[in-house]
C-alpha cells in the first residue's frame, strides 16, 4: 500500500461554497482523506510519505471536454501559416517550407484563417505558383476547409466533373472549375490520402504532447481524433507510458465495427475509458458553412452547410444508443443546434434508459428558447472559451443583429445544463487557464469590443468547475474523477497564483508548477519518465 500526505495550505474543493482543505491522504492513488492538515495527518498509516506542493493553490485536476490530440501532436512537425495575416505572408511561408523540405511527398498541415486576409484569397492558382509538382494539402484553423493545389486534385481524383459530396462543397469558378477550396465532406478523400501517404510516428508525438498538456495542468482529455490515435493511445497505455486519463471518442466512420465488436462507452479502466460517437450537424463559422437559419450577412443564398440530414442525424444516434454508445453531435449554427436537439428529444427515452449522456460539441449559436431545452432534455453543452473571444470580429459581421444566444455558457448554466469546457485544439490553443480566463472575463469591462452587453460572467469557481466536473460528468466519470473527495482518483494541479484571487483577465498567465495524476507527479515535483 502506497500512502502519501500532499499538504497545502489552499485547496480549492470547488463545491459551489468557497471551500477549502489544507491536506489530502492518498492511497494507492486515490483519495482516502481530505480536510485540516492536523485531522488528516492523524489517520495517516505508518510509513506515509509527506510531501509540501507548491505554488500558491491547488485545484483538482484540468479534464479538456474536447480535443484532437493526434492532431495537436502531429501539427508540432507540420507546416503552419497561423500567423500569416495576408495571403502573401501564407504563400511565404509555404515557399520557405518548401524550400526547407525538398522532396516530391505531399505538404500538410495549414490552420490558415483568410477572413482577415485583404490582399486575395486561398486560391489553385497561388498555391501552384509556390508548388507545381508536390501535393498540397493545407486545413483552415477550423479544420473544415481544406486549399489544395492542381496536384492533390490530380491525385484525388477531383475535377470539374465531381459532383459535390452530401455534407460538402467543392468551390468552383464560373466555368465549373476547382477554384482549391474544398469544404466539410468534400475535402475528406483528399485529407485521408494525405495522412495515408505521409505516415509519422504518431506515438512519439503522442508522448511530446502529452508531456505538453500535463505542463498545462491537465489530467484528462476527451479526444475525438481518429482510429488511429485510439490505437497509439493504448499502446502507449500497454507500455505504461500514458500519464494522463483519456476518454476516447468514436469517428463516425468507425461506429458500426465498434457496435459489432462491443465497444460500449464508459468501458476500460482508470486510465483509458470508450467515448462516444462523434458525428457532424454542420460545418464552422470560420469557413462560413455553420449552418444557420438565415443567410449570412452579404452572402446571399449562403445560410452554410448541413452535414447530416434529420433522418440521417436519427439514424446514426439510434444505432449509437442500441450499441450501448453515447453520441456527441458538432452542432455550431442555430438551426444546426436545433436540429440535433430535436433528434435527441425523439431519442431521449433510450437514451435515458441505457444510461446514456447526450452531448452538442460547441453549442456557439443558439435561437431563442434552445437554451431551456439542453437543460430540459439534460444534454450536455461542450464550449470552448476560446473560440468566442477569436469570433467576435466574425459574429459581429456575419451575424449582426440576429436574435440568438451566441457562447451562452452562462445562460445554459443558469438554466441548469451542465457545460464542460474544452478547448479544440489545436484549432484553438490547449492551455485551459486560457479557456478559464476567456469565460470569466466575458461580460466584464475586460470583454473585448464589439461583445454583446448584459452578459453576466462566469465566476472563476464557476469556469474551474466547467473544467473538471462538467467534462467528467460528461464522460459519465463523474463518480471517479472531476473534484477533489473522498473515494476520487487524486488527479490535481498546484497553481503559480491563485485564479479565484486574481484578476480576472491575469488568469491565463498563471502556471501549473505540480500535476498530479492518480497520486503521482507527472509534472513537476519528481516527474521521472521511467515510472
Not at 477550423?142 to 467543392?170: C, F, K, M, Q
Request: net charge negative; proline share 5%.
Amino acid at each position: 500500500m502506497a500512502s502519501t500526505l500532499f499538504r497545502h495550505p489552499r485547496i480549492h474543493l470547488l463545491d459551489g461554497r468557497g471551500g477549502t482543505a489544507e491536506a489530502m491522504l492518498v492511497v494507492d492513488g486515490v483519495i482516502a482523506a481530505i480536510g485540516g492538515a492536523d485531522a488528516v495527518a492523524e489517520g495517516a498509516p505508518a510509513g506515509t510519505a509527506v510531501c509540501d506542493l507548491p505554488g500558491e493553490a491547488v485545484v483538482a485536476g484540468l479534464h479538456d471536454a474536447h480535443i484532437h490530440t493526434a492532431s495537436l501532436a502531429r501539427s508540432l512537425d507540420e507546416l503552419d501559416v497561423n500567423h500569416a495575416g495576408s495571403l502573401a505572408d501564407a504563400l511565404s511561408g509555404i515557399d520557405e517550407h518548401l524550400r526547407a523540405r525538398p522532396g516530391d511527398g505531399w505538404v500538410i498541415g495549414g490552420r490558415w484563417d483568410a477572413n482577415g486576409w485583404t490582399d486575395g484569397r486561398p486560391t489553385l492558382a497561388a498555391l501552384d505558383a509556390v508548388a507545381p509538382d508536390r501535393p498540397v494539402c493545407l486545413s483552415s484553423v477550423d479544420g473544415h476547409s481544406v486549399w489544395v493545389n492542381s496536384e492533390a486534385l490530380r491525385r484525388a481524383g477531383i475535377d470539374a466533373l465531381t459532383a459535390d459530396p452530401i455534407g460538402g462543397r467543392i468551390e468552383r469558378d464560373p466555368d465549373g472549375h476547382p477554384t482549391g477550396l474544398l469544404r466539410e465532406t468534400a475535402a475528406d478523400a483528399v485529407v485521408d490520402q494525405a495522412e495515408r501517404e505521409s505516415p509519422v510516428d504518431l506515438l512519439a508525438l503522442l508522448e511530446q504532447t502529452q508531456r505538453l498538456l500535463l505542463s498545462q495542468g491537465v489530467t484528462h482529455v476527451t479526444d475525438f481524433d481518429g482510429e488511429d490515435a485510439r490505437d497509439a493511445f493504448l499502446r502507449l497505455k500497454d507500455a505504461g507510458r500514458l500519464r494522463l486519463r483519456v476518454h476516447k471518442g468514436t469517428p463516425v466512420a468507425a461506429l458500426e465495427e465498434a457496435v459489432a465488436t462491443g465497444r460500449r462507452t464508459g468501458m476500460g479502466d482508470d486510465w483509458f475509458t470508450n467515448g462516444p460517437v462523434k458525428l457532424f450537424s454542420d460545418g464552422a463559422l470560420g469557413s462560413h458553412t455553420a449552418h444557420m437559419g438565415e443567410d449570412f450577412a452579404g452572402e446571399p443564398g449562403n445560410h452554410g452547410i448541413e452535414v447530416l440530414d434529420p433522418s440521417e442525424l436519427d439514424r446514426l444516434i439510434a444505432i449509437a444508443v442500441a450499441g450501448g454508445i453515447a453520441v456527441a453531435t458538432h452542432a455550431i449554427g442555430d438551426q444546426a443546434n436545433a436540429r440535433v436537439l430535436d433528434a435527441y428529444a425523439r431519442a431521449h427515452g433510450a437514451a435515458t434508459r441505457a444510461g446514456l449522456r447526450l452531448r452538442v460539441e460547441h453549442s456557439q449559436h443558439l435561437a431563442p428558447g434552445d437554451v431551456a431545452r439542453f437543460a430540459r432534455l439534460g444534454v450536455i453543452a461542450s464550449l470552448q472559451p476560446t473560440h468566442w473571444a477569436g469570433d467576435i470580429p466574425l459574429v459581429s459581421r456575419l451575424l449582426q443583429g440576429r436574435d440568438l444566444d451566441s457562447y451562452a455558457w452562462a445562460a445554459l448554466r443558469d438554466a441548469g445544463a451542465v457545460v464542460a469546457f474544452g478547448s479544440d485544439a489545436p484549432v484553438e490553443p490547449s492551455a485551459p487557464l486560457r479557456g478559464i480566463r476567456d469565460a470569466v472575463v466575458r461580460g466584464t469591462e475586460a470583454s473585448p469590443a464589439g461583445e454583446e452587453p448584459g452578459i453576466r460572467p462566469l465566476t472563476t469557481e464557476e469556469a474551474l468547475t466547467a473544467y473538471t466536473a462538467g467534462p467528467a460528468h460528461a464522460a459519465g466519470l463523474d463518480g471517479r474523477v472531476g473534484r477533489l473527495g473522498v473515494g476520487m482518483l487524486a488527479d490535481f494541479v498546484a497553481l503559480d497564483a491563485d485564479p479565484v484571487r486574481v484578476a480576472p483577465a491575469d488568469i491565463a498567465g498563471i502556471r501549473p508548477v505540480a500535476t498530479v495524476v492518480g497520486g503521482s507527479p507527472a509534472f513537476g515535483l519528481d516527474d521521472r519518465e521511467d515510472r
